[in-house]
Every structure is written in structure tokens, then in C-alpha cells.
């Protein structure tokens, strides 16, 4: 049972904003521990889409954006394009679990 | 270019044992921690183990813990995976992963291998 919670699939037209939430607890997200996001495409390796809530790696896009709110943190992808079709992951460190946990995925549908 | 390749994966029965291989190059492989993560099919991704750069100190997952083992050569520049008493419920594609901050301690992850399948089944 992950520690992270995130809606099974969020969906929009091309063009369209569509939001992601990543709910924790105490003992992670609430614990001021960072969060980070992972775009996964089927047969495909993951790739780091934000680190640290709200910061993008070199290459990733400007339409993903990232935030925090007291124990959730968020993904926007602003703009959506047919290739933003994929699964989403947030991530965090977990203190209760002493490691590091996924939250439980959300797949993004591009109408 | 940082690439990361995994080996050692196949069928194996329920009970049994594998080791799996990373192949780590393009960065300094010492600076890094290391982790290893998993998809098993029709679910999302889990966190299986993590080993800091110096490979001094290991984490395991709950569901992995007394039965994996975590392990690094960083003159050979390879992370590896022990599995032992292996369940249906390990089958999965595993996936090394480089931290992307330059520390001890596991943070989040920006380069990761390709995968390599691991099926449990008699």
C-alpha cells in the first residue's frame, strides 16, 4: 500500500490544462521532505520531470509545472499535447518506511 | 552520455534466487547513490532498495527486507542486486536508477535503465 495518493487518470482535450495531486502524510510530504515527478511511458524507461515540487531538469518542457500544499503536492501540465499521453509518478522519502516511496499513479488521457 | 544497463534477469521459481547487474557509465559513479526500482505488471512503480555512494549504508523495502541485498563495486563502476527466496509477487520489470544529486543518501532519481524482466513462476 503506497504511502502517496494520486487520482488513476485525469484526462483533456489538446491545448488544455489538467492537474495532477499527490497526497501524503506526516510522515513524508507533511514532513517537509521534497517531492518529485516521473513521467512513464509503457516499455520505456521513467524520466524525471520535476524535482524538488517545482523544478524542471534540463530539456523538460515549460507547460510541466509543480507546487506543494501543506501535505499534497501537485502536477500541471499546461498546453496538452497528444505525447504528454503517459503514466505520472510523484515521489518522496518516507520517514515511517525509512526509504523512499511512489505515489500510486496517475494515467493522463488526451482526448 | 550517462548510461545505465541492466543484466541478469529471466525465469526463475518460486523459492529460487537471482542477481541482477547494473552497468554504470558517463559519470562518476562513486558520488552517486544507487537505487533499484520495480513495475510489477498492470501496477505502478516501487521502490525496492537504495545504496549511498560509498556503499556504507543500504535501504530495503518492507517487502524486500531479509530477502535483498543491495550491493555496489565502484572500481568496476556496477550496482548489483541479490534476490533470494523469490515470490510470484517479485515478478516484475527492475529498473536501476543514479540519483540525480551528487551525496550520500538517496534523493530522487534522473537517469534510469531500460529494465530487465524478473518472472517467479514454476
Known amino acids: 500500500q503506497s504511502a502517496l495518493t494520486q487520482p488513476p487518470s485525469v484526462s483533456g482535450a489538446p491545448g488544455q490544462r489538467v492537474t495532477i495531486s499527490c497526497t501524503g502524510s506526516?510522515?513524508?510530504?507533511?514532513?517537509?521532505?521534497?517531492v518529485h515527478w516521473y513521467q512513464h511511458l509503457p516499455g520505456t524507461a521513467p524520466k524525471l520531470l520535476i524535482y524538488?515540487?517545482?523544478n524542471r531538469p534540463s530539456g523538460v518542457p515549460g507547460r510541466f509545472s509543480g507546487s506543494r500544499s501543506g501535505t499534497s503536492a501537485s502536477l500541471a501540465i499546461t498546453g496538452l499535447q497528444a505525447e504528454d499521453e503517459a503514466d505520472y509518478y510523484c515521489?518522496?522519502?518516507?520517514?515511517?518506511?525509512?526509504?523512499?516511496?511512489f505515489g500510486t499513479g496517475t494515467k493522463v488521457n488526451v482526448l | 552520455e550517462v548510461q545505465l544497463l541492466e543484466s541478469g534477469g529471466g525465469l526463475v521459481q518460486p523459492g529460487g534466487s537471482l542477481t541482477l547487474s547494473c552497468a554504470a557509465s558517463?559519470?562518476?559513479?562513486?558520488?552517486?547513490?544507487m537505487s533499484w526500482v520495480r513495475q510489477t505488471p498492470g501496477k505502478g512503480l516501487e521502490w525496492v532498495s537504495s545504496?549511498?555512494?560509498?556503499?556504507?549504508?543500504?535501504y530495503h523495502a518492507d517487502s524486500v527486507k531479509g530477502r535483498f541485498t543491495i550491493s555496489r563495486d565502484n572500481s568496476k563502476n556496477t550496482l548489483s542486486l541479490q534476490m533470494n527466496s523469490l515470490r510470484a509477487e517479485d515478478t516484475a520489470v527492475y529498473y536501476c536508477?543514479?540519483?540525480?544529486?551528487?551525496?550520500?543518501?538517496?534523493?530522487?532519481?534522473?537517469?534510469w535503465g531500460q529494465g530487465t524482466l524478473v518472472t517467479v513462476s514454476s
Open positions: 545504496i549511498s555512494n560509498s556503499g556504507d549504508r543500504t
Open positions: 515521489q518522496c522519502y518516507d520517514s515511517r518506511l525509512s526509504g523512499s516511496v
Open positions: 558517463g559519470f562518476t559513479f562513486s558520488t552517486y547513490a
Open positions: 506526516s510522515s513524508n510530504i507533511g514532513a517537509n521532505y521534497d
Open positions: 536508477a543514479k540519483d540525480m544529486k551528487p551525496a550520500a543518501d538517496p534523493y530522487s532519481f534522473d537517469y
Open positions: 524538488a515540487y517545482s
